[in-house]
């Protein structure tokens, strides 16, 4: 998912692209919220503004993201799907929302791994809130259950005040 920008003017400006692309898992090493992403396809489309030296992308992005489980940390997968539009400047951007072009070569890699990065759910887990695992003196409660035992506990920081209205 390269191109030139000469392969670009040969192609009357515009082109398509349809292709499944292979991500190496140690991309995603220094996230904690994402182990590997597997069967990945991008397709698109893209158009050539040689006048203004930019190069438009509109791709959508498809696959499986395996993430660590929130209770459990095993692999839990989670579909992908998300679209994107990208600007490639052939100079220096002007804005934060192009990316440069180097060499001039326009590489869509760098784009689809940041398209699957925001996409990262924070917190994932495929546990039932029956399940949720115990032990010897600890439990794992869900939100529902911990503000519900909280529910009668009174705030320490306002304690001070309930005694001031009782005298």
């Known amino acids: 998912m390269k191109w030139t920008r000469a392969q670009l003017l040969q192609e009357e400006q515009s082109t398509a692209f349809d292709e499944n692309v292979e991500i190496e898992d140690d991309v995603f090493a220094k996230n904690t919220l994402i182990n590997a992403v597997k069967d990945v396809h991008v397709s698109g489309s893209g158009y050539l503004d040689d006048e203004n030296d930019r190069f438009y992308v509109k791709m959508h ?4 993201m395996y993430c660590p489980d929130a209770i459990t940390n095993e692999d839990v997968e989670v579909p992908l799907d998300t679209e994107s539009s990208e600007t490639y400047v ?12 180097t060499d001039e070569v326009i590489d869509l890699i760098p784009a ?4 699957i990065l925001l996409e990262v759910p924070l ?15 600890w439990k ?6 911990y503000q519900e035992s909280r529910k009668d506990q009174d705030d320490p920081r306002l304690a001070k005040l309930k005694q001031f209205k009782n005298e």
């Open 112 to 115: 689809v791994i940041d398209d």
């Open 61 to 64: 992005v498809t696959g499986m």
């Open 123 to 137: 917190q994932v887990t495929d546990i039932a809130e029956n399940e949720y695992p115990e032990g010897n003196g």
């Open 90 to 101: 052939f100079g220096e951007p002007e804005d934060d929302s192009e990316r440069a072009v």
């Open 140 to 145: 794992v409660y869900s939100e529902a259950e």
